[in-house]
């Protein structure tokens, strides 16, 4: 039986997934405890052109915490949501789950920029770009 990664044992034939769901949580088992990486990085990663495509498929995923969703954040460094919630008791346990992990935000955005896992494109740059704020006045 196929299964993610030898960390993860389920077989995938007992679980019902997408092809997209297999490619998106197989592309979390790459990220690195005590690391995050952005929706937009790991759409960009898989080739996908929808950041919000990926998001709905973490929303889904039966295997968290194994199949690790909670270490995928915001473009602008903030925590972004969790089990299809931004408040509340999810978005308490993703904090959690990252703090136990060493990775903090302060002031609702990541402490430490260089805990973002670019899935060895060197997007990392890009990432922390998006976190600096725009002036957007004329």
Known sequence: MQALSAK?????????????????????????????????????????????????????????????CHRVISSDLSPGGFQGRTDGRAATRKLMLLKAEGVRFVGGRLEDPSRVFDFGAGCVKAASRAATPVNTSS
């Open 8 to 68: 993860v044992s389920v077989p995938l034939l007992q679980i019902a997934l997408t092809p997209f769901q297999r490619r998106v949580y197989r592309a979390l088992l790459k990220i690195p405890r005590g690391k995050v990486t952005t929706y937009r990085l790991l759409a960009a990663h898989l080739g996908c052109g929808s950041y919000r495509a990926v998001g709905q498929a973490l929303r889904r995923n039966p295997l968290a915490p194994l199949v690790p």
